[in-house]
């Protein structure tokens, strides 16, 4: 496995990959890397000739500057974990590789996705995920990039990107993993404190329970269950949302021909988390 620690690496590696006909698979991370991370990896490596995973915490996407200084960064660990795997390169890029002409976002319009949910919560989030993706996107070349379930909305958004900017790549959805009790895997679980961690599986526990409510009850009363649920718990609900997979657009009513999902942010303590269950 190979380390490129800057642009003028990256693109020779690229090149050298192209020239040989490989197929690249890519998978973009913040680091602090766990076993859903592990998953995107697993797949890529199984359905290309070569995998590059990126290790870059991007600060244009981060609303919250406490949250940016506190994202936690474990470049041996992760460097170690991807020893392990069968990935065959990790980019990890400097600021300027990325933003050459400042951090700063360009604003893009995906039809209302952009705007719904953490787009409404996290304002300007998705821009910057948006910008991110497209640079590494330029730099990298993929056939195939992996995105995790676990951000729902966000991998809308990328496929949404990759279809306006007719861009010739596959982005390839991966399934939510997660811990024994039920809890998303997330690299802020590390800052939860002892109490919180145990608290936080509630979050998948009452999703699932939501699951089977809904077979029987309107989606008003599906929502007001869940608030419910929260209040008898220490976690602090932001939004639980039923949308459309597709349009991301809130339901008011179930409909046949209309997968529906369910999305939740929750405060534990200090540390925010997200999550999200298909309700078909
Ligand atoms: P992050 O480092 O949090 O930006 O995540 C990098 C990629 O891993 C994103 O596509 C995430 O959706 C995905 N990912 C993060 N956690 C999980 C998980 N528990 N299961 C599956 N994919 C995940």
Request: proline share 4%.
């Amino acid at each position: 496995m190979i380390l490129i620690k800057n642009l003028t690496d990256a693109l020779s590696w690229v090149k050298k990959q192209k020239q040989s006909g490989q197929k690249i698979g890519f998978v973009p991370t913040m680091g602090a890397l766990h076993k859903g991370h592990i998953s995107l990896v697993n797949q890529s490596v199984e359905e290309n000739d070569i995998t590059i995973v990126s290790i870059f915490v991007n600060p244009t996407q981060f609303n919250n500057q406490e949250d940016l200084k506190k994202y936690p960064r474990t470049e041996e660990a992760d460097k170690e974990i991807l020893k392990n795997s069968s990935c065959d390169a990790i980019f990890f890029p400097k600021v300027e590789d990325i933003y050459p002409e400042g951090e700063k976002s360009e604003k893009f319009s995906f039809d209302g996705i952009e705007n719904q949910m953490e787009g409404k919560f996290r304002p300007g989030h998705f821009d910057g995920v948006a910008t991110v993706v497209k640079r590494f996107f330029e730099i990298i070349q993929p056939d195939k990039a992996y995105f995790g379930e676990k951000d729902f909305q966000q991998l809308r958004i990328i496929q949404e990107l990759v279809k306006k900017l007719n861009l010739n790549l596959k982005i390839v959805p991966v399934e939510i993993m997660r811990e024994a009790d039920g809890l998303a895997m997330s690299s802020r679980n590390t800052r939860l404190t002892k109490e919180m961690r145990e608290e936080a599986p509630k979050i998948y526990q009452i999703l699932s329970e939501t699951k089977e409510f809904i077979k029987s009850n309107s989606i008003e009363a599906t929502k007001n269950f869940v608030q419910e649920k929260f209040n008898q718990t220490k976690l602090d609900l932001e939004y639980f949302e039923i949308a459309d997979e597709q349009t991301l657009a809130p339901a008011s009513e179930k409909e046949n021909h209309i997968n529906l999902r369910g999305f939740i942010a929750v405060f534990a303590g200090e540390i925010r988390l997200i999550d999200n269950v298909s309700l078909n």
